[in-house]
T-cell receptor, first 110, second 112 residues
Framework: AQRVTQPEKLLSVFKGAPVELKCNYSYSGSPELFWYVQYSRQRLQLLLRHISRESIKGFTADLNKGETSFHLKKPFAQEEDSAMYYC????????????FGTGTQLKVEL | DGGITQSPKYLFRKEGQNVTLSCEQN?????MYWYRQDPGQGLRLIYYSQIVNDFQKGDIAEGYSVSREKKESFPLTVTSAQKNPTAFYLCASEADWANGYTFGSGTRLTVV
């Protein structure tokens, strides 16, 4: 069975500092990885997918199969980045159902 | 305005009673999902449906039941067999893998 681990419950950084939200996964096949975000008083929403290799709101994430990681990074944190971030995995042939990590609360301080 | 609607927002249930949570979408999405969210545990999959009249158990299906009689609707029943039903329940739908899930605003169920 697949598993997603987000080791940090809370990450606090200063505005303008680099951000890295860690995500490690356990899965024997070829996974599809996602980052979802929930801003205060808003619904959970897709931030980015590894396969698209895109940058959204300045965030990027690279799939490292050797380290089984999919860390989310941003070079300069902004106050509006404060939110709950979830890493999620879809197993190949898994019918698109997602396995989520426990989430990391990012707090950007002024 | 397309979207996914969960109702009610808050629900209180007495022990031993079944309760049904509503999830409706007008996005014409084929797949729908139910997750349970508990503090410190992230989201755990209860049931999912990829097409009308078909659904599969997720990781924590015991004590829950669903139906998918219409494409737009995927109600979740929390039965008296669910030992710890107090939680926040999220419904999601998906058109295709590339665009990810669209989530509802959730229902908070409290057993009193």
């Amino acid at each position: 069975a697949q598993r997603v681990t987000q080791p940090e419950k809370l990450l606090s950084v200063f505005k303008g500092a680099p951000v890295e939200l860690k995500c490690n996964y356990s899965y024997s096949g070829s996974p599809e990885l996602f980052w979802y975000v929930q801003y205060s008083r808003q619904r959970l929403q897709l931030l980015l997918r590894h396969i698209s290799r895109e940058s959204i709101k300045g965030f990027t994430a690279d799939l490292n199969k050797g380290e089984t990681s999919f860390h989310l990074k941003k070079p300069f944190a902004q106050e509006e980045d404060s939110a709950m971030y979830y890493c999620a995995l879809s197993a190949s042939g898994g019918g698109n159902k997602l396995t989520f990590g426990t989430g990391t609360q990012l707090k950007v301080e002024l | 305005d397309g979207g996914i609607t969960q109702s009610p927002k808050y629900l209180f249930r007495k022990e031993g009673q079944n309760v049904t949570l509503s999830c409706e979408q007008n996005l014409n999405h084929d797949a729908m999902y139910w997750y349970r969210q508990d503090p410190g545990q992230g989201l755990r999959l209860i049931y999912y449906s990829q097409i009308v009249n078909d659904f599969q158990k997720g990781d924590i299906a015991e004590g829950y039941s669903v139906s998918r009689e219409k494409k737009e609707s995927f109600p979740l029943t929390v039965t008296s067999a669910q030992k710890n039903p107090t939680a926040f329940y999220l419904c999601a739908s998906e058109a295709d893998w590339a665009n990810g899930y669209t989530f509802g605003s959730g229902t908070r169920l409290t057993v009193v």
